[in-house]
């Protein structure tokens, strides 16, 4: 059995590849973003909440990462219509990454307060300091690097699992490949050629991590 490569046309459609990993991008990017804002209010309604606010919060937790993505994203782009509620594919997706993602952020967010000693807790409140007052000058600054490379690992499951959102015809990096592979017949060719550009993306931001970590807690770890 023999198989001619002819990357000829999955070349000349280069410019359609790039607009939908620029999407894939800004997607992942924004979704990230807001999820971890959605996330720090999360755990902080987790760990210092009502018992009624805590209890939703955990429900919203295990549904979420008790339920498949693909799911998740069909429920969105098609039952929140029956609400009279318009979606196009592009914002579906962004909602559906940023509920699924704020879901797993806000435990990265808990373990690393969590990971704050409970001495500097007990000397903010000898100091007269209010509990959310703490929570932003003194723990978060110190969660944070526990934070980060958990964070930086979500980035790239969420970046890979943006995938999904071409189910509903988000023209994504996926969404643009099943296009090209469906009118050029070089499937094979088309999504070889998707699978290296997320690999290089997943590469590039790896790299691009490691450096921040580098530079911004390399010197604490000198001491």
Do not use: C
Request: net charge neutral; charged share 15%; proline share 3%.
């Amino acid at each position: 059995m023999s198989y001619h490569f002819q990357f000829h046309e999955i070349w000349a459609a280069r410019g359609e590849f790039a607009v939908g990993a620029l999407l894939t991008l800004e997607l992942s990017i924004i979704a990230t973003l807001v999820s971890l804002l959605f996330a720090i209010v999360g755990a902080y309604g987790r760990m210092y909440g009502p018992k009624w606010l805590r209890a939703i919060i955990i429900a919203y937790i295990e549904i979420i990462r008790n339920t498949p993505f693909l799911v998740q994203i069909f429920f969105i782009y098609f039952g929140i219509p029956m609400l009279n509620i318009r979606l196009d594919p592009n914002e579906a997706a962004v909602l559906a990454m940023v509920l699924n993602g704020t879901a797993y952020t806000i435990e990265i967010v808990r373990a690393g307060i969590e990971n704050v000693g409970t001495g500097q807790l007990e000397a903010a409140r000898a100091l007269g300091l209010r509990r959310l007052d703490t929570f932003r000058y003194i723990v978060m600054p110190q969660a944070l690097r526990v934070m980060l490379p958990p964070l930086e690992a979500q980035f790239i499951i969420l970046l890979l699992a943006s995938s999904v959102v071409s189910a509903v015809s988000a023209n994504e990096l996926t969404g643009v490949t099943n296009f090209i592979a469906s009118t050029t017949y070089r499937s094979f060719e088309a999504y070889i050629t998707a699978a290296g550009i997320y690999l290089a993306m997943s590469l590039l931001f790896n790299f691009g991590f490691a450096m921040v970590n580098r530079l911004a807690f390399g010197r604490l770890d000198q001491r």
